[in-house]
């Protein structure tokens, strides 16, 4: 969709329909949501069951169960219409990032959970895998798609990796890794960050010329590297500088990374809590390669992505369907259709323009087993051209 028809939609008025009447989807009957689920290594099953709204009594069975009847095909066709898929200090000692061409490795037999994660040990990556999975083994991985294809090729149980931070904005490689890969968002993790000025021991700031990091930890620390005087240089993450700082003993030059890192590599910590902002918090979501059952106990958070046909006020009516059941969207996301970025129209003028044609990732709070976010979901269906839940999973409340 085109920025210019974007703008146009802020002024354009709700069409008629949408603020007159509900979508159809909102008189379907009322259903309840039953699910049982049988511990398997490759599948979960689900047993969907609904109560007609005309009858809430139901039958006990000779177990002690409700028998709920009646709607349960309109169940089954609502969740069809929004699957989840189509189904150490000694440096030479430590476990080498997992790369592509490992992927054809076994997966270990013990009975640790293992959690793929970008970089290597000592990166924020790691610490948010062991908040998320406490105990569980984590598996570094050189690249954000290798975490993906470990999952997927059942080499790992579980990826964590980061979405969005509070300062630098959202990882877009990430987001188009969602759409490309078919792995399920079971959960989410937030991290705060705090950065470090690592050093090796007998080194002091003064000797220092240059600092190594990642690009968005070199933005987040700009102040205070500027005020030392140092030259930044971008490495692919913040342990591995430390490592690289580490490994070739060097006296000029520090990293910025965690003080976890300065633990496993050896190095003194020059400086503690160097970002500009104290409130610098990373988040990140959890992947399986099968989605976890939605519930209502605790508050739920559900990821979709979507495109929409070129016209003004589209993207205004896509987000009136969630605007008009009292739904709040917690973040939206425009990423170019990789595949076709570019789409003519025709102008007013019966010309041809050429507009790009867009993704839109959506968060909102509310759960897949809430009826009003299965209601919101059908009446966008209605004239998205393309619709996708990438996954419903517990919401993490916690800042740190």
Request: proline share 5%; net charge neutral; aromatic share 6%.
């Amino acid at each position: 969709m085109a920025a210019s028809s974007v703008a146009r939609s802020a002024t354009t008025p709700l069409p008629r329909h949408v603020v007159s009447k509900p979508s159809h989807a909102d008189h379907l009957p009322k259903t309840t949501l039953s699910f049982e689920s049988r511990s398997g290594r490759r599948r979960i099953v689900l047993a969907l069951a609904s109560v007609r709204s005309d009858d809430n009594t139901g039958k006990i069975d000779g177990g002690g169960h409700r028998n709920l009847v009646g709607g349960a095909s309109e169940l089954k066709s609502a969740l069809e219409d929004f699957p989840y898929d189509v189904v150490s200090k000694d440096l030479h000692a430590l476990p080498r990032p997992l790369s592509s061409t490992h992927l054809s490795n076994p997966v270990s037999d013990g009975s640790r959970l293992r959690v793929a994660y970008q970089g290597v040990r000592g990166a924020y990556s790691e610490s948010a895998a062991e908040k998320a999975y406490p105990n569980c083994e984590a598996v570094p991985c050189e690249q954000f798609d290798t975490a993906f294809e470990a999952v997927e090729r059942w080499l790992v149980d579980r990826a964590v990796l980061p979405i969005e931070n509070s300062l630098g904005g959202s990882i877009h490689r990430n987001y188009d890794l969602l759409l490309r890969h078919r792995l399920h968002i079971v959960g989410e993790v937030k991290l705060a960050v705090r950065h470090c000025l690592l050093a090796n021991h007998g080194v002091e700031i003064e000797d220092l010329k240059r600092v190594l990091s990642h690009p968005q930890a070199l933005a987040q620390c700009e102040n205070t590297l500027t005020k030392l005087g140092l030259v930044r240089e971008a490495v692919d993450d913040t342990a591995g500088a430390a490592k690289h700082v580490a490994f070739h003993k060097l006296k000029d030059t520090g990293a910025v990374a965690s003080s976890t890192a300065a633990v496993i590599y050896g190095l003194q910590i020059l400086a503690q809590d160097i970002q500009d902002d104290s409130d610098n918090v990373t988040r990140f979501l959890m992947l399986a390669r099968e989605p976890i059952i939605p519930g209502t106990d605790k508050p739920f958070k559900t990821s979709i992505v979507f495109s929409l046909e070129e016209g003004p006020g589209v993207l205004f009516k896509a987000l009136a369907v969630f605007a008009l059941r009292q739904i709040n969207l917690t973040k939206i996301e425009s990423r170019p259709l990789r595949m076709q970025p570019l789409r003519a129209s025709d102008d007013s003028n019966g010309g041809l323009s050429k507009y790009f044609d867009y993704l839109f990732y959506v968060d909102f709070e509310a759960s897949m087993a809430d009826q009003s976010a299965q209601n919101a979901l059908r009446h966008l269906k209605e004239f998205a051209t393309f619709l996708r839940v990438l996954g419903s999973y517990p919401m993490d409340t916690s800042m740190t």
